[in-house]
């Protein structure tokens, strides 16, 4: 007799299902065994259904994966207006006068989108209403967090995990077991086959009260199209970012449509072209946009934000309480023009660059500032400049940024490159 695993007991009659009681002279080579939240193949089965699953998510595209430890988050008592509007309609969306499934979070470059998104994911799970999550980023180390394909997966294994949902989560990995190649099918038939099916499946069951209540999904605009074309055959068709973040947002629409799904969908993303359109046209009845601007006082976060910054710096350098000024606060929030990104930067550049404080500040303050450009982001390019030429070695500091657009927009191999990392090595992992 087998065993199911080197910590299980001896798989006997006694240990079996229910359906071989009272059976004899049983000759047993293997056995499946559903439970709620595994599926397990006892004698012959090299893999269980939970593990196919697993090797075909992005486990780094959770909200509270060890590979995000260092993403941004909203510092505490900051875009509080923005995660409390969030989270009440995740709660209580049903009671709004035109109820909507979908939440389109959107806002330019460095408007905290990500920050927001994994504060509002910490927050649902603390309340237990979080479903699944997936944060996509081009700039990380995990190629599968730029791809379509671990999308529908890694949302059916997270469903799998909650124990308020052990009939779903059976029929999720029963679907698994039943089409290993589901994971080489398209997003629509995994969509169909790993979520809505085992929804549908249930529907007879009494709801669970305790049943998550959303799916979170950011950075929607950093998805890159999966090629599976010989890309160096001449004329060969090639698939575009767009196309691939389209058909993503098809699926979801697919999803929210569904009268099985349970679930409320936030997406995060910049105001590209194709994503407004999709939200304009086919999604429009079943969205509601929230576009980042200065409604939710980005200001007053970033004030926060800076004292919290000037307070670790004052402790460590031994500064007086009134440093820096008040008028040198609101300059470089004005020169912020609405982008947090600005602030972060200025704060990060003055932790690390350990020399006097007062003069890190001055080369700041002499950039130019909002009033000297039309253009919002000219503070911010400023300042990127200034701090590389600020480095011990310009040269080389052009180098790893050269060689980290070569990796993700020429999309050469790792090896090529000579850089694992690349964008985490340089700092600039999910600064959206």
Partial sequence: MRFASDLSPPLTLSTMPSHFKNARNVNIEGITNVSANNYNHYGESSQTSI?????????????????RCDAPKCHPETRVAVQDELVSWIRHGDNDDNPKQIMWV???????????????????????????????SSFSGSSNRRSKRYLIPTLAYQLTQHRAMPQVAEKILSAVNRNPAIFEQKLEVQLDELILEPLRACRDRPKHPRWPRVIIIDGLDECEADQYQDTARRNAPFRSNEEDQTEILSVLHKAASNRHFPFRIVIASRPEQAIKSFFAGDAKSLTRELFLDGKYNPDADMALFLESKFANIRRQSHLPSSWPSE????????????QFIYVATVGRFMEVSGGDPNEILKQVLRLPGFKTSTD???????????????????PLSILWLNLIFREKHLELPHSVVGIPNAAQVAGMSEAD
């Fill in 51 to 67: 593990e196919k699953l697993q090797k075909h998510i992005a486990a780094g595209a959770l909200h509270n994966s060890a590979e």
């Fill in 106 to 136: 959107t806002g330019p470059a460095g408007s905290g989108k990500t920050a927001i998104m994994g504060s509002v994911a910490d927050t649902c799970q603390r309340k237990g209403i979080l479903g699944a999550t997936h944060f996509f």
């Fill in 327 to 338: 008028d040198i606060r609101r300059t470089l929030i004005a020169n912020a023009s609405g």
């Fill in 376 to 394: 919002a982001f000219a503070p911010l390019d400023a300042l990127y400049t200034h701090i590389l030429k600020s480095s011990p070695d310009p």
